[in-house]
């Protein structure tokens, strides 16, 4: 079965340093990749997705994630973090030709200290 | 920018009690789905509808479970029979094309039975 594993649970930085959110996910086939944000008090918002193509992909907000196949992973990264950064990540997969169901990780907390 | 809308925002209900959770998704999409978060798991699948009628379901989404699209635009989760475990965060999700595209969410609600 398709599992998503994010390897932190709750990460702490301060403002200007660099983040990086690690995404494993278990499945042999096609997959399609996607970083999800979810603010205090607001829904799931799409940073950024990977079909097909470069595996290093530019979202919103300055994000970027890299999938590397050998690996089985999409880690989120930004260069620098700001206060308003501070949310929920969640890494999510779904496989082409299936019905569209998101398998989710855990989810990271990022609380960015201004 | 079009929305996905849920109603109610909170819902608080008796254990064996049914509930009806409302959701209208974007207009012209094609995809419908609705997940569940239990506090401090993860995002889980419940169940996708495409062209009236479900297309896959969870291992959740039992018999006290059931979905329906009656007017074109709403789409509603019913459970039948609440149980103190139902208790979670219910998101709908809508995609306009292929089912593996991107899923925009709604900005869920917060069930409790009591």
């Known amino acids: 079965a398709q599992s998503v594993s994010q390897h932190n649970h709750h990460v702490i930085l301060s403002e200007a340093a660099s983040l990086e959110l690690g995404c494993n996910y278990s499945?042999?086939?096609?997959?399609?990749l996607f970083w999800y944000v979810q603010y205090p008090g607001q829904h799931l918002q799409l940073l950024l997705k990977?079909?097909?193509?470069?595996?290093l992909v530019k979202g919103i907000k300055g994000f970027e994630a890299e999938f590397i196949k050998s690996k089985f992973s999409f880690n989120l990264r930004k260069p620098s973090v700001q206060w308003s950064d501070t949310a929920e990540y969640f890494c999510?997969?779904?496989?082409?030709?299936?019905?569209?169901?998101?398998?989710f990780g855990q989810g990271t907390t990022l609380q960015v200290k201004p | 920018e079009p929305e996905v809308t849920q109603t109610p925002s909170h819902q608080v209900t008796q254990m064996g009690q049914e509930v009806i959770l409302r959701c209208v998704p974007i207009?012209?999409?094609?995809?419908f789905y609705w997940y569940r978060q239990i506090l401090g798991q993860k995002v889980e699948f419940l169940v996708s509808?495409?062209?009236?009628?479900?297309?896959?379901k969870s291992e959740i989404f039992d018999d006290q479970f059931s979905v329906e699209r009656p007017d074109g635009s709403n789409f509603t989760l019913k459970i039948r029979s609440t149980k103190l475990e139902d208790s979670a965060m219910y998101f709908c999700?809508?995609?306009?094309?292929?089912?593996?595209?991107?899923?925009?969410f709604g900005p869920g609600t917060r069930l409790t039975v009591l």
């Open positions: 990977y079909f097909s193509g470069d595996p």
């Open positions: 509808f495409y062209n009236n009628e479900i297309s896959e």
């Open positions: 499945y042999g086939g096609t997959v399609n």
């Open positions: 207009s012209n999409h094609l995809y």
């Open positions: 999700a809508s995609n306009p094309t292929t089912s593996t595209d991107t899923q925009y």
């Open positions: 999510a997969v779904t496989s082409s030709g299936n019905t569209g169901k998101l398998i």
